[in-house]
């Protein structure tokens, strides 16, 4: 039986092949302007690297922000269940994900099931998302990629008191302008996106084991500055970003069977 | 352009209620000429519905054809007491549910933006400032408001009354039930009385003031029924459309028109529930908190056509008071004020959710918390704990009932169909 699951985010679309439930092939793609054509390319995509067909597929879900503009898969499944399904799978000892994308960000808290019971999303701005990120890398004039190693290089930050990306980048700015060295204006940006998603782990209600799953569980500062925060080890797996899609590509195995 | 368009930059760039009123003769029209014809296949799915169309429009007409008559009240306020002196009332907040309804609301509140509305004061209030200020409303005989359900009402009515130049009636309405508040309460409603005779120049007539507690106990007992019909069977009504029962609870409690159409909406869902109907297909019972959002939108429609759950209870549409007793009128209007479930303690929105979840069989619940609106978004995690006590989902959506400049559609169906998977 052959599955899959893809999670087509506002950043990045990830798609999961499974192979009678055991993972057979991932691709993580941008997710560029159009959602549709991001589907369309990384299923071509995967049909080639794996010589599978479209007719060989059993059963797809889509998942994520474009999950209803695609004209391929079966059935659409929110991406509060499949992280929830994808990080369980992983762990079944998890109870809480906390999901950091490119546009928003969520916490899940989860089944002894691997089901979602309960879930807060960011609302509707930037703040504590990997867009801020972005903004403020480009703001400090280094890569993304970069912004988690930086920060884990040392200790101390500054307040950034600003929640608002707009507000928070012009900040960052006057930091630059005033002498502050960028380790610690970037170790003060992850302990505000920290401090943000703390508030929403408490409000749904604090239960660990916790995995952080999302593009931004690549950022080893964010994992440190979140860790602080929550007072709480952190699981992080080793492909973040495609936790979506492996829980979706099992939903998709479930209804098969 | 379409239509809607050209008719909203119409009365924008030249508000004038000579011409709103023969806009809304012509959707009057429009409504008596479409047909009211079986459950899902006509633009009215019944008599009541399209009765609904037919009152609140004509109700608004009546209020651009004799200004002179009319009088701008603040939800919930004594509404009765104006229908007994013969005067049309009308909720300013309901006004403002039906300028987003038309889209005039973003344009509307940019325009509040620049005459110092701050944009942290509920959009109700700025909508309604602002559709006085723009002209689109026609001058009323005086404007009267109630501190019960929200303090910022005083404020907002302190300006439309002052641009109007007309006397405003202000109730200040204690945060406790008891025999002095009541007093109190009473006092006030007595004096406005004389108040109201002063600007008239008409004595209130005991007869006028028995015809209306009299509609308004009609309209009680049929909404009564109406609750109990919807709390026993399988979905008789979408809740999208019961929620639009505010736009009657905010004016036309007390008058005949009112009392006719919850009765007309009784006998509508008597006859589905003896014919045993079965047309909505909503598998999970949803009771929903506090108001929706009135602006164009498919989120209603979305979760109860699509997604398979129905709205069966309304907190908007609770029969939270007793009913009136002519014998002590002034009293009996105090005590119905102040049993709203938003004045006062918290305990009383806790208890009205734990009645519903048990008598209607509940399996999940909804909180759409409107932007600034403290008296419904303060307590949401004491809601949340107490729908929790029965181990049954709850959602809160937060939102703006009339400024759709924040509102993206696909945030909101992603929460309501990870909501639903939760349901199963």
């Known amino acids: 039986m052959i599955t899959a699951g893809i999670d087509i ?6 798609m999961v092949v ?3 439930g055991v993972l057979y092939h991932s691709i993580v793609m941008d997710t560029g302007p159009n959602s549709k054509s991001a589907v369309e390319k990384v299923f071509s995509t995967a049909c080639i690297e794996t010589g599978l067909k479209s007719g060989d597929f059993d059963f797809i879900v889509t998942t994520g922000y474009g999950r209803k503009s695609t004209g391929i898969g079966h059935k659409t499944v929110t991406e509060l269940s499949c992280h929830a399904r994808g990080a369980w799978h992983l762990n079944n000892d998890v109870r809480m994900v906390i999901d950091i994308g490119g546009q ?38 280094v890569s993304i990629e970069e912004l988690g190693e930086i920060a884990v290089s040392g200790e101390g930050s500054v307040e950034i008191s600003s929640m608002c990306t707009v507000f928070a980048e012009s900040e960052v700015v006057s930091l630059i302008a005033e002498g502050h060295s960028k380790a610690i204006i970037i170790r003060g940006l992850m302990n505000s996106i920290a401090s943000r998603i703390t508030g929403m782990v408490h409000r749904v209600g604090m239960s660990p084991p916790l995995m952080l799953t999302g593009g931004v569980a690549k950022n080893r500062g964010v994992i440190r500055a979140l860790e602080e925060k929550l007072g709480s080890s952190i699981l992080v797996p080793a492909n973040p970003q495609i936790i979506g899609a492996i829980g979706a590509a099992l939903i998709a195995m479930d209804e098969c069977c | 352009m379409s239509l809607e368009k050209r008719v909203k930059q119409m009365l924008l760039a030249n508000p004038d209620p000579g011409k709103i009123k ?15 014809g079986r459950f899902g296949t006509r633009a009215f799915g019944s008599r009541s519905e399209k009765k609904l169309s037919l009152i609140l429009y004509n109700h608004a007409r ?65 909508t309604y400032i602002e559709l006085a200020r723009t002209g689109l409303l026609p ?78 106990n009609r309209a009680r007992k049929a909404l009564l029924d109406i609750n109990n019909l919807k709390r026993h069977h399988t979905p008789l009504i979408y809740g999208e459309e019961s929620l639009l029962f505010v736009l009657v609870i905010g004016s036309l409690l007390g008058s005949r028109a009112g009392a006719s159409l919850y009765k007309a909406y009784m006998e509508e869902l008597k006859k589905r529930a003896d014919a045993r109907f079965n047309k909505i297909n909503g598998k999970k019972r949803i009771l929903w908190l506090h108001l929706k959002p009135f602006f164009p939108n498919t989120l209603m429609k979305y979760l109860e056509r699509d997604l398979g759950a129905v709205i069966v209870a309304e907190e908007i549409n609770s029969v939270y008071w007793e009913e009136l007793n002519i014998h002590n009128p002034w009293e009996s209007l105090a005590k119905k004020l102040m049993s709203n479930l938003w004045v006062g303690s918290i305990e009383k929105r806790l208890n009205y959710i734990r009645r519903t979840i048990e008598d209607y069989q509940i399996d999940g619940v909804i909180h759409f918390s409107h932007w600034g609106c403290r008296q419904s978004n303060g307590a949401v995690r004491l809601i949340k704990d107490t729908v929790m006590e029965y181990g049954i989902p709850f959602l809160n959506l937060d939102g703006d009932c009339i400024d759709s400049r924040n509102y993206s559609e696909a945030q909101y169906i992603t929460r309501l169909e990870g909501f639903m998977e939760i349901l199963g």
């Open chain 2, 139 to 216: 001058k009323p005989l005086f404007c009267m408001a109630t501190s019960h359900t929200c303090d910022g009402t005083f404020k907002s009515f302190s300006q439309v009354s002052e641009y109007f130049s007309t006397p405003l009636i202000f109730f200040d309405t204690p945060y406790h039930l008891d025999m002095n508040a009541v007093k109190y309460l009473a006092r006030q409603i007595e004096s406005a009385v004389h108040t109201i005779e002063e600007i008239t120049g008409r004595s209130l007539q005991v007869s006028d003031l028995e015809r209306a507690f009299q509609n308004s």
């Open chain 1, 104 to 141: 928003d960000s969520k916490v899940i808290k989860v089944s002894e099931e691997g089901k979602s019971l309960d879930f807060l999303m960011n609302e509707k701005c930037a703040a504590g998302t990997g867009r801020f990120l972005e903004v403020m890398a480009r703001a400090l004039e």
């Open chain 1, 18 to 20: 499974l192979k009678e």
């Open chain 2, 22 to 36: 023969k806009g809304i003769s012509l959707v009057l029209l429009k409504i008596f000429l479409t047909p009211a």
């Open chain 2, 62 to 126: 009546r209020i651009f054809k004799s200004p002179h008559s009319s009088v701008f009240i603040s939800l919930f306020g004594p509404i009765e007491l104006v229908h007994a002196f013969n005067l049309l009332p009308f909720s300013l907040e309901m006004l403002s549910a039906v300028a987003a309804s038309m889209s005039l609301a973003p344009d509307l509140l940019a325009r509040a933006e620049k005459e110092w509305l701050s944009s942290d004061f509920c959009s109700f209030h700025r």
């Open chain 1, 9 to 14: 985010g506002s950043v990045s679309t990830e």
